[in-house]
């Protein structure tokens, strides 16, 4: 299946809605960390991002130490940011 990737000006649009992400990679790439009260509620949030991620097919890059969690998002498939990563995004902000 081929996916479009997002121009530099949908991008920048896209980014304006989602203020705790940023660019990364070049632009390739949007990035948020997390933070957590405890291991458990960090886990919680992975956990709820995973179903997210399955149901959407499209599955997040991430690192987990205790309490924080980052997160990059980027369609491999675009070889960047596709509208994908941003629904995702957005669906993640949705979770906490």
């Not at 369609?75 to 941003?86: E, P, V, W, Y």
């Amino acid at each position: 299946m081929s996916v479009a990737k997002l121009t530099q000006e949908e991008c920048s649009a896209a980014l304006a809605q989602l203020p705790s992400w940023t660019l990364t990679r070049e632009g390739s790439a949007i990035f948020r960390k997390f933070e957590f009260g405890d291991f458990v509620e960090a886990f919680a949030f992975m956990t709820g991002v995973a179903m997210l991620a399955e149901k959407a097919d499209h599955h997040p890059e991430w690192f987990n130490v205790y309490n924080r969690v980052e997160i990059t998002l980027t369609t491999h498939d675009a070889d960047g940011l596709s509208q994908r990563d941003i629904a995702m995004a957005k669906a993640i902000e949705a979770l906490i």
